[in-house]
């Protein structure tokens, strides 16, 4: 279960990071993933301890000066997000499933 | 108190240990780092009790997990139906093995329930001393560390 | 109020003690948030009397649990006396007394 | 009660036929504790109420072993004195909840006028605040101590908690419980019902989880982990921290709901927190 989630949350880290490869600053683009995570968390409530250390380690490896990381680091954080809106989305109706036969 | 630091003290403060040395029968089990701080179980029991030589019998009936819930707090008890004058408790694996003596008066039952912290997984034995012999029983307790409740 | 709580019960000229003492028993071993390890702190000599006569007496290392516990019996009867202290590395010192059950 | 409650469920059931198409809050039980009936046939069901050790004979043993002197008595004293300690108003918390504060079985309950769950910690802190006092943290420390000190004077009485059925906000609420419990969540992706009901009893890594039958009955408790108290809401924190899921505010209304919810599914169990757990 845990691998699958990995395998999911790669490819969307993969996807995403093609999406906005060139366009905009770094900060610009961690600040896009923390907004992205507010956004979830209000629309859907569902929020991951994950994401917050990865935009943590995005803005530290900024600060750090190695630009390199920090977007790299910020676009892992908005795959996590994208990653949790569809959990958010798949489990809106998958949790009747798990009921008690 | 273990003989041999009896001695010690004996040999440096002449006069004032001779009473101790006297009544070495009414001694209690005594703190020492001669005992507690030893990295080898074999000497902590030497300096304990003046020996090391240890024969395992089934009248030493130790209790312990095979797999301890968790490693911080091991419920361990020991007890036997020999007449006993001390009974100890080394953890293998520990830092220092030995973990606790206690000394039986007469009167006392020969048994003591404690609750030990062990490292990793690692044998414990349970000692007992009857008519100045070392009787001993051990077994292992496996200690897992992770997973939701760890 | 005491560090040490005791049960003690007159079960058929046996009397069966139970003591569970607050104590941190601090190993050496951890540390503390800043990452400088906490000294250790830990009872050495634990000894039981009563009406004035040692019944039991112990030896504890750092290997003892937080909060030690310690179970044992002896001949005796209830209304006896019986007093449990405790002295630690630091040289502190505490004690209890209680009525056998 | 097993009989009871599969007989108010019968029940039900006979009056009108579509009481089993939209399956109602004592259905859920119903089917709830069936699960682990028929999961764990071993164990007798007055047992759930003890966690984990319910289920496995060998971490049992230790556990009676600390149980013959267990480490929340020290907490159940502390919480006495709390609990008798006069308010600057002259007032304790023995003028809300009575001399021996044995009121675990009221909660928690639907408050109807307010239009929510009320739990135990919520109410001490309400008659803290009532009578001028300083609201106590509601995961562990003093708290615990007084929550530990009521359930303890508490031990006995049975889980009977209400959806009342004039307010249909009080099964919307634990409709949100009971969302929150079938839902994946985290990182991790897992439901509690994914650990505590499909896989109940089986190992995740080295720890056997706990039946969710009986995880509402024996609070607070003494982990071994923690070295110290906490309450309920810490506990589900922790849950929510090991999947990787933010957790929520203790005693906001998501957990008071799931307690709702755990608590309702435990019902016909006994309260006997506090208790020491791995």
């Known amino acids: 279960m845990n691998q699958g989630m990995k395998v999911i949350t790669l490819g969307m880290a993969l996807m995403s990071s093609v999406a906005f490869a060139g366009n905009g600053t770094t900060a610009e683009h961690i600040e896009a993933a923390t907004a992205a995570y507010k956004q979830v968390a209000k629309d859907t409530g569902y929020q991951w301890t994950v994401t917050v250390k990865t935009i943590k380690a995005a803005q530290k490896a900024l600060d750090a000066g190695d630009d390199q990381s920090a977007r790299q680091l910020a676009h892992e954080a908005m795959a996590l997000v994208e990653a949790t809106r569809t959990q958010a989305k798949v489990e809106s109706d998958n949790w009747k499933m798990r009921l008690p036969k | ?6 001695l010690k003290i004996a040999g440096a403060v002449s006069a004032a240990t001779a009473t101790v040395f006297a009544m070495p029968r009414m001694a209690f089990a005594a703190y020492s780092d001669a005992i507690f701080k030893q990295k080898a179980g074999a000497d902590a029991l030497q300096n304990a009790y003046g ?3 240890t024969t395992p019998s089934d009248q030493v009936k130790l209790k312990a997990p095979d797999i301890a819930e968790n490693g911080a707090v091991v419920p361990v008890s020991v007890e036997t139906d020999m007449e006993a004058e001390s009974i100890a408790i080394l953890i293998t694996e520990n830092p ?16 003591v329930k404690t609750r030990c912290r062990m490292g990793k997984t690692t044998q414990v034995t349970a000692v007992v001393k009857s008519g100045g012999k070392l009787y001993t029983a051990s077994k292992e307790v496996k200690v897992t560390i992770g997973g939701c409740g760890g | 109020m005491s560090s040490i709580r005791i049960k003690a019960k007159d079960r058929k000229g046996l009397v069966d003690v139970k003591c569970l003492m607050k104590h941190n028993m601090e190993t050496g071993l951890r540390k503390d948030k800043s990452g400088k390890k906490i000294p250790e702190h830990w009872i050495q000599d634990v000894s039981a009397e009563s009406n004035g006569k040692t019944v039991f007496s112990a030896a504890f290392n ?12 002896f001949a005796g009867k209830k209304g006896d006396s019986l007093k449990i202290s405790w002295k630690d590395n630091t040289g502190a010192t505490d004690s209890a007394e209680t009525v056998i059950k | 009660m097993k009989k009871i409650i599969s007989q108010v469920a019968f029940g039900l059931l006979g009056l009108s036929v579509s009481a089993a198409v939209v399956a109602g809050p004592s259905e859920d039980r119903a089917a709830f504790q069936k699960f682990y009936e028929n999961r764990f046939p071993d164990t007798p069901v007055a047992d759930f109420q003890n966690g984990v050790y319910s289920i496995l004979p060998a971490a049992r043993e230790q556990w009676e072993a600390i149980e013959e002197f267990p480490p929340y008595e020290l907490s159940i004293e502390r919480g006495e004195e709390i609990y008798n300690k006069t308010f600057a108003n002259g007032m304790s ?3 809300c909840f009575g001399d021996d504060g044995a009121v675990r079985e009221k909660y928690p309950h639907w408050d109807k006028d307010r239009g929510m769950v009320v739990t135990m910690e919520l109410a001490i802190n309400e008659c803290l605040e009532a ?3 300083k609201p106590l943290k509601y995961k562990k420390g003093a708290m615990a101590d007084v929550s530990a000190f009521m359930s303890y004077n508490s031990r006995g009485q049975i889980l009977n908690v209400e959806i009342p059925s004039d307010d249909p906000r009080a099964l919307a609420a634990y409709e949100m419980g009971k969302e929150q419990w079938y839902t994946k969540r985290g990182q991790l992706n897992f439901a509690c019902a994914d650990c505590h009901m499909h896989t109940a009893g089986m190992l995740y890594r080295a720890d056997t989880v706990s039946p969710g039958f009986g995880h509402a009955t024996s609070w607070p408790v003494f982990r071994a982990k923690w070295q110290e108290m906490g309450t309920l809401h810490r506990r589900f924190a922790g849950c929510h921290n090991n999947i990787r899921a933010n957790p929520y505010k ?6 008071r709901n799931l307690e709702y919810f755990v608590s309702y599914m435990s019902n016909g169990l006994e309260f006997n927190g506090p208790a020491a757990r791995k």
Not at chain 2, 1 to 6: A, E, G, H, Q
Not at chain 3, 62 to 73: E, M, Q, R, V, W
Not at chain 4, 250 to 255: H, S
Request: hydrophobic share 40%; no cysteine; glycine share 6%.
């Open chain 2, 51 to 53: 020996a090391n030589a």
């Open chain 4, 250 to 255: 203790a005693q906001g209304e998501e957990y």
């Open chain 3, 62 to 73: 750092t290997s003892i649990s937080k909060d030690p516990y310690l179970s044992f019996a």
């Open chain 4, 93 to 95: 918390l023995a003028s």
């Open chain 4, 131 to 133: 009578n001028g006092e």
């Open chain 2, 1 to 6: 108190m273990d003989r041999r630091s009896v």
């Open chain 2, 96 to 111: 220092s093995p030995m973990a606790i003596t206690a000394d039986i008066p007469a009167g006392t039952k020969a048994m």
